[in-house]
């Protein structure tokens, strides 16, 4: 069972890091900085207060963003539900000595941060977050091994499916549950082996290309599109002030 | 362990962001002077990526799950191992959003820094005497120290009305028993690379240096301070707290040598000071003794 688990695991990562999100939307074609400081902004207001009413409403024009952008309620709910419940079941104790206002209001913070987050998540290809993280003048360095963490996540997930599977396949008898550990202790202990390997040669394929990783940068663009946007996020902040 | 957005106010969220980056801007210019193992480095933050998805909550704190940042310290040494654990905690929050923006800075100090560096030097003090036992201690002393230090944001944090009294001794009691778990798998990690792969480790088996035991020697020499300070503001135990509100009183079944910390017939306060000193002596007598016993 856990074998099988971590097989369908590693094939969801596997896919999630070769496919990733290209939906077209509003939220998609917005300049990647203008997007990642205007939904920042948004996130800042959900978190600095507990008035119901300005929550819900920052949830709501998030929730027209996602509309907007093609991602679906149902997919955002998907995403978040587990961790705003879990946050519902941490302050609910309270409600004994507090009432139900905080419990509310602290859970519907959580879900509405988490759903400005996803629309982070969900429309922006990484290469476009790390173009937007450079531009912030964020360390070289730090950027050039956030690319390569991420690289190497899919180097390995991909890595970790092909093992499961050779393995599957050479298997003809029904092994004893002592067998199947020791098994899964060496292919492990292999992986870590192989995957380390094929790491340091694709590192010594990256210094001999003579740089360290490049990744796909766009001109930074205001057009009509960030305006729409920047409008959008100005107007939603003065509303939620007069509030 | 991951804070989500909300939980942290803005004052404590701040204050973690601008600690944690010093830590980075400083872990920053130490890799660039160091000779970094990039395929090591990618390979470790990727493996943490992957081992982190196991993840349990835990009512009245966060989360409990393998941290791994006394292995990445391990692996790649204090400076680069904080890097790596903030490339981890950054894709986490960017791309999976697990962990809030808002409370990465709080994310990366817990994980990256507290726990790797620690970590790191737990494991650098033993590892002479038994390379298993050193990579045990790391990962667990690393994540309950961590966990108390996310205890501490979220308790402090005026958005979260649970005090420290709750918060700290929930999380620290948690991770101090699941983080046996990640101290064993940090054990065994550590000790099968130095079996197979002995060059990854080569270079760090150096000898402890007289910074390490100076720092050591220093905080020793401070904690009467701590005491005097704790004094100033009134400081008393969160569980004394709770049992004089309950109206509950302790009746001990045996005094112990040095009963609360105090010698009998000598002042309180020297008594407290001779039986921290007593304390800190058996502690590293019996430390010393059951890693050479095992190294044997």
């Known amino acids: 069972m856990i074998e099988e688990t971590i097989k369908t695991a590693t094939e969801y990562f596997q896919n999630f890091f070769s496919y990733e999100y290209r939906k077209r939307g509003f939220l998609q074609s917005v300049d990647p900085r203008i997007k990642l400081l205007g939904l920042s902004a948004l996130l800042l207001a959900d978190v600095v207060t507990f008035e119901i009413p300005k929550i819900v409403f920052i949830a709501l024009a998030s929730l027209i963003l996602a509309k907007l952008s093609d991602v679906g309620f149902k997919e955002i709910l998907k995403r978040v539900w587990l961790f705003t419940f879990f946050s519902f079941l941490i302050v609910l104790p309270t409600t004994f000595f507090e009432g139900v206002y905080y419990p509310t209001s602290f859970t519907l913070r959580v879900f509405t941060a988490l759903t400005v987050l996803q629309l982070i998540v969900l429309t922006t290809p990484f290469n476009e977050l790390l173009q937007a993280l450079r531009s912030f003048k964020l360390p070289e360095t730090l950027v050039f091994s956030l690319g390569l963490t991420y690289g190497y996540i899919h180097m390995m997930f991909s890595e970790l499916f092909r093992i499961l599977i050779a393995r599957e396949s050479r298997r003809v008898k029904r092994s004893s549950y002592r067998e199947l550990w020791s098994e899964g202790g060496k292919m492990l202990g292999t992986f870590f082996v192989r995957v380390l390997e094929k790491g340091e040669n694709v590192y010594r394929a990256i210094l001999l290309r003579g740089d360290k990783i490049r990744y796909y940068s766009k001109p930074f663009k205001v057009g009509r599109t960030e305006t729409l946007f920047i409008i959008y996020v100005i107007f939603v902040l003065i509303w939620w002030i007069k509030m | ?296």
Not at chain 2, 92 to 98: E, I, T
Not at chain 2, 116 to 128: N, T
């Open chain 2, 1 to 296: 362990m991951h804070i989500p957005d909300g939980y942290l106010d803005m004052k404590i969220a701040s204050l973690f962001y601008v600690l944690t980056a010093v830590v980075l801007g400083y872990s920053l210019y130490r890799i660039k002077r160091e000779r970094v193992n990039w395929a090591l480095a990618g390979i470790t933050a990727s493996a943490i990526f992957a081992a982190q998805m196991l993840n349990w909550p835990i009512p009245g704190g966060t989360s409990a799950h393998f941290v791994g940042g006394a292995l990445a310290g391990i692996l790649l040494g204090p400076y680069a191992g904080c890097i790596a654990m903030a490339c981890v905690l950054i894709v986490q929050c960017l791309v999976f959003a697990d962990g809030g923006i808002t409370a990465l800075g709080a994310n990366v100090w817990n994980m990256g820094v507290v726990d790797v560096f620690v970590g790191y030097y737990i494991y650098r003090l033993l590892e002479r005497r038994n390379k298993f036992l050193a990579g045990f201690f790391a990962g667990w002393i690393g994540i309950t120290l961590a966990a108390i230090f996310a205890g501490l944001e979220i308790g402090l944090s005026t958005y979260f009305h649970y005090s420290v009294n709750v918060t700290v001794p929930i999380m620290g009691m948690w991770h101090a028993v699941l983080g046996i778990i990640e101290g064993f798998i940090t054990g065994t990690v550590v000790n099968y690379i130095h079996t197979t792969r002995p060059d990854i480790l080569e270079g760090r088996e150096v000898k402890i240096g007289r910074t390490v035991w100076i720092a050591l020697a220093v905080l020793i020499i401070l904690s009467p301070l701590f005491a005097y300070l704790a004094e100033l503001v009134n400081y008393s135990e969160p569980l004394e707290n709770v049992a004089k509100y309950l109206g509950v009183s302790e009746h001990p079944i045996y005094e112990g040598i040095l009963p609360d910390y105090t010698v009998p017939g000598l002042n309180p306060y020297v008594g407290t000071l001779v039986s921290g000193a007593v304390g800190v002596a058996i502690v590293f007598i019996l430390a010393l003794a059951i890693s050479r016993s095992v190294s044997r």
